[in-house]
């Protein structure tokens, strides 16, 4: 029973990364402010705003693993960082692979990453903070220290833990032809979750998810800007 609230907190947490910024702009609207007509330059200064209000949240929730894990982190940095390696290249190797086998009997690619490239185009800057600094953060918090907090049982942590990742990664698709593209977001997020058991610091998880977004993002401006 003493899981129960942790659980509870899991599932708002869950929803809350999915709902809590349409939530917060229809609380604006209900005041007057309407960000839909204002330039996209104030737009995403306000996204950010917004992303950076959740991440406040996260971070009061979880202060106290957050600031004795930056200590631990740094005390074992050399031992944290070859464990998140290894791990971050046995799941980039298991994405890529299934990626390639996905597009011969799917071609078109993932939905989600369709639209963080659209919006990498239009708002650079705004995705590189969503996606390096954000998105590590929140989704660190939430598919990995939250649901440990719940699930003690190392493998069924790492599995549970990357269907959830997956899932959530998936839901940019309209059709069911999309969860197939849990199995290599899936894969990502269980080797994070790896990391996590491995090291028992959720800033190795957080940095290699850094690092993985961060070359995904820079590759495709990089792209952008030479087809231009």
């Not at 899991?10 to 005041?31: D, N």
């Not at 980039?92 to 078109?108: A, E």
């Not at 003690?152 to 899932?167: K, M």
Request: charged share 10%.
């Amino acid at each position: 029973m003493e899981k129960l609230p942790k659980m509870l907190l899991t599932i708002c947490l869950f929803v809350a990364e999915l709902i809590y910024s349409y939530c917060v702009i229809l609380g604006l609207q209900h005041f007057g402010i309407d960000i839909t007509t204002y330039s996209n330059t104030m737009k995403y200064q306000i996204m950010i705003g917004i992303d950076l209000s959740f991440m406040f949240i996260l971070f009061l929730l979880y202060r106290k693993t957050l600031l004795k894990d930056i200590t631990l982190y740094f005390k074992n940095f050399t031992k944290n960082i070859s464990t998140g390696a290894k791990y971050w290249a046995i799941g980039l190797c298991i994405m890529m692979l299934s990626n390639i086998i996905i597009s011969y009997f799917f071609p078109g690619g993932s939905a989600n990453e369709e639209a963080v490239q659209s919006i990498i185009k239009q708002v650079p800057i705004y995705m590189i903070f969503s996606t390096i600094i954000y998105a590590p953060f929140v989704e660190e918090l939430i598919f990995r220290k939250s649901i440990r907090d719940i699930i003690d049982n190392d493998y069924l942590y790492v599995i549970i833990s990357g269907l959830a990742f997956g899932f959530v990664h998936t839901l940019a698709g309209a059709t069911l032809q999309e969860l197939v593209y849990i199995i290599p977001y899936g894969a990502l997020g269980s080797c994070f979750a790896l990391m996590y058991v491995k090291t028992k610091n959720v800033y190795t998880s957080m940095t290699f998810h850094m690092i993985h977004n961060a070359i995904v993002v820079f590759i495709s401006i990089a792209g952008n800007i030479l087809g231009s």
